[in-house]
């Protein structure tokens, strides 16, 4: 389908791309990996034809229909509301049914008659009759209200806009779909839509992406384009992973050979090339060393910028972390942003907050760093927690204008200083050198940036760390060097991604913010889609019950036919085996909550009989934040029985 012959791409003296060949078949399924700025996003402009080479090819056989997603969609006109723009992915497909309306007046006219039927063929052809419905799909797959249809394209922010652009894509069907980091503007939820949608699609597929889960799910081959070249691997994401280790050491082996080829040849015109009885023998020597230059081995960029993520080790804290109760947000005070939000957070535990955006995902996080006060109800810290906050706006936490060195030395004074060799030191350690020391951060690549945001936070040592979509513009490597600082880290986090093996990874609970409230899932990420799925049959099978219900006691004459006393029994068999999971894991919470509480009584009992019978040895200081930990435990897990139990008997009955 496409095949790239020989292709070099220059930017002024930059080589972006050079001699790069590999094919693309149809029906392939390609993830392209590689640093930021490697080039990847440059394939596509020459695939659409927005960019030229400056040598080589790409052939383009059958003239597939293309799918992309544009950089800033616009609405057509001012009134075009967010369905009619989904809707016109296709092209030619508006102009093909205002022609058949045009000609429906006149269909006794047999030469109209037989063109209506060419147009009713490709209109078809183009899924024209149920594009509305796989548009309307897409749409509430990617977030998107079913009273948000109507509204002017106009209205929605950039982010918004994005995902609409996406939908129009996917809804297309086209037979080559190129998607340039799709996953960038949508939450968690949304990117377990898109992986399913994906996964279903049948067409040819180029995906460039850092996220590992969907090109781990998604695509069977992997081109790496780093160092300018760009280098097909025939099979799925963990192969390349293995695979591109082996080259690498072979690529540095031979680059090793090269050097120290090149280096003698060197040795010998640096010599010679004055001597008139070697100078014919210099000049050829001369000749293999250009030779060698035009054909010099590169080593892959992600080897030679690599840097280092640390975590200091997290000052001591109480056991709750961050408690909130009834909290109430609003930015205009009108439109509550967080309504009646209510869990608490303790100490240790790493916690992945999941919801739909606009739910408040982002304002929670400012609220418990502090940088905004909530409208109504409580939002408490714990007993010595210092709270590190890294938002994905890196202008609200990091000053853009402000040097690399500045931002960093600012954090270093504020807590408690030292020598100026200790801190160049970690400045080294997090790998900036005084090339980079100068730089205003705004101009550091996403890379650098996670680099320094966690430079500040190992200096200023938080025990509580607060991650709003850390991993965006991470390639891969400097994603996996992040989930492995935070997996040794012993601290506490909360933190928003949209990556899902991230999440899954690093995530040792859930709390998710939906639309009627929070809930909270004290197990990880794969805990939460199993219970979730549970919650929600729970759920459709009590609504799918009231209308029934409703019918009933309403005795119409028009009812339908009583069930028999057999169809009774299997209806009543169905139901309950539709909810055994949820019971079997409720009965599992209570038994669980029930033998803790008895353990924490035992343990609350011999710590007060300590306490009214003291001996010389006791720690009375000591002792009683034992007693205050074990009835903060008691209070969690009597919550949780309450709840388990609860619902427990609703189910029951």
């Not at 509550?336 to 535990?349: C, E, H, S």
């Not at 055994?580 to 353990?599: G, M, Y």
């Amino acid at each position: 389908m496409l095949d790239f012959r020989n292709i070099s791409v220059h930017y002024g003296h930059q080589d972006v791309l050079s001699n790069v060949t590999f094919r693309v078949n149809k029906g392939d399924r390609v993830g392209v990996v590689g640093p930021n700025g490697s080039g990847k996003s440059t394939l596509f402009k020459i695939v659409l034809g927005e960019m030229a080479t400056d040598t080589g090819e790409l052939i383009v056989e059958n003239s597939p229909r293309i799918g992309w997603t544009r950089q800033n969609p616009e609405p057509d006109n001012e009134g075009e509301t967010l369905l009619e723009y989904s809707m016109r992915g296709v092209p030619g497909l508006s102009e093909i049914e205002a022609e058949m309306q045009s000609l429906e007046a006149g269909l006794d006219d047999p030469a109209k008659l037989a063109r209506y039927g060419e147009l009713q063929t490709k209109f078809e052809h183009l899924g024209g009759y149920d594009i509305e419905t796989r548009v309307k799909i897409a749409l509430g797959g990617l977030g998107f209200a079913t009273d948000e249809f109507g509204k002017p394209f106009k209205s929605f922010s950039g982010g918004w806009r994005m995902r609409a652009e996406l939908s129009r894509v996917l809804a297309s069907k086209p037979d080559l779909l190129l998607l340039d980091e799709p996953s960038n503007y949508l939450d968690l939820p949304a990117v377990d839509w898109l992986q399913k949608f994906l996964k279903a699609y049948d067409g040819t597929l180029m995906l460039i992406s850092h996220d590992r889960y969907l090109l781990r799910t998604l695509t069977s081959i992997i081109v790496e384009v780093d160092a300018g070249t760009a280098t097909r691997y025939e099979g799925g994401l963990d192969w390349y992973l293995r695979e591109r280790e082996v080259r690498y050491e072979h690529l540095k082996a031979a680059k090793e050979n090269q050097d120290h080829h090149r280096e003698q040849l060197q040795r010998f015109v640096d010599r010679f090339r004055a001597q008139a009885t070697k100078a014919a023998q210099a000049q050829s020597r001369q000749k293999l060393i250009d030779k060698i230059d035009e054909e010099r081995i590169v080593l892959p960029k992600r080897y030679t910028q690599s840097g280092r993520l640390r975590l200091a080790e997290p000052p001591p804290s109480g056991i709750e972390m961050f408690r909130c109760e009834d909290l109430e947000f609003s930015y205009d005070g009108v439109r509550k942003v967080l309504n009646g939000i209510t869990f608490n957070i303790a100490r240790g535990d790493k916690v992945a907050l999941i919801g739909y955006n606009g739910l408040g995902k982002t304002t929670l996080m400012r609220i418990i760093a502090g940088t905004r006060k909530p409208t109504s109800g409580k939002a408490v810290l714990g007993h010595n927690v210092v709270p590190g906050y890294l938002s994905q706006e890196f202008a609200e936490t990091i000053p853009p204008d402000v040097s690399v060195y500045r931002n960093a030395k600012n954090v270093w004074d504020e807590h408690g200083g030292g020598p100026e060799k200790n801190f160049r030191n970690q400045l080294g350690a997090f790998g900036f050198d005084e090339n980079d020391v100068e730089k205003p951060a705004g101009v550091l690549s996403g890379g650098e940036k996670i680099r320094l945001a966690f430079l500040r936070l190992f200096l200023a040592a938080p025990n509580f760390l607060l991650l709003d979509e850390p991993t965006t513009h991470l390639d891969l490597d400097g994603r996996r060097l992040l989930q492995e600082a935070l997996q040794k880290y012993s601290g506490t986090i909360l933190l928003v991604s949209h990556d899902i093996d991230f999440v899954r990874a690093v995530a040792t609970s859930v709390i998710e913010i939906t639309h009627e409230g929070i809930r909270q899932f004290p197990g990880g990420y794969d805990y939460y889609r199993e219970k979730k799925a549970e919650l929600d049959v729970a759920a459709q099978a009590r609504k799918a019950e009231a209308p029934a219900n409703r019918g009933a006691e309403s005795g119409r004459a028009d009812a339908v036919k009583a069930p028999t006393a057999k169809e009774l029994r299997k209806q009543r068999a169905d139901e309950r085996a539709k909810i055994a999971p949820r019971v079997k894991e409720l009965k599992q919470r209570v038994a669980h909550a029930e033998k803790k509480l008895d353990e924490l009584q035992k343990s609350l009992d011999e710590a007060s009989a300590e306490l009214f019978n003291p001996t010389p040895a006791t720690d009375f200081a000591e002792l009683n934040r034992k007693v205050r930990t074990i009835q903060f435990e008691i209070d969690r897990y009597t919550a949780d029985w309450e709840a388990a139990a609860t619902e427990l008997e609703e189910l029951s009955s």
